[in-house]
């Protein structure tokens, strides 16, 4: 999946005065999970707001809640493992 490719910081990449274009998968789940529900005006329902589970209780919630999340946005999940050090996602978008 290409698409615009942001930042570190979550701004465009801009090379040689263009917008850089690449393969946006990674980015799109780690915006999907960062993003609180609401702040998507088209799909206000997306959002994972997964820091707001940070240093608090990791249960199954978040688990249904991310693959919820990920499923409704078109990625096929081979795995999913979430721990004390991080979150491990693996698959594809459709």
Do not use: H, W
């Amino acid at each position: 999946m290409e698409d615009l490719l942001l930042t570190e910081d979550y701004d465009l990449q801009i090379k040689n005065g263009d917008f850089v274009i690449g393969d946006s998968q990674e980015q799109s789940v780690e915006l999907l999970l960062l993003a609180k529900p609401g702040e998507f005006k088209k799909n206000p329902e997306a959002g994972c707001d997964i820091l707001s589970a940070k240093n608090g209780v990791i249960d199954r919630f978040l688990d249904r809640e991310i693959r919820v999340q990920l499923d409704a946005d078109g990625f096929q999940l081979e795995n999913l493992s979430i721990t004390e050090k991080g979150i491990d996602i693996s698959g594809k978008y459709k």
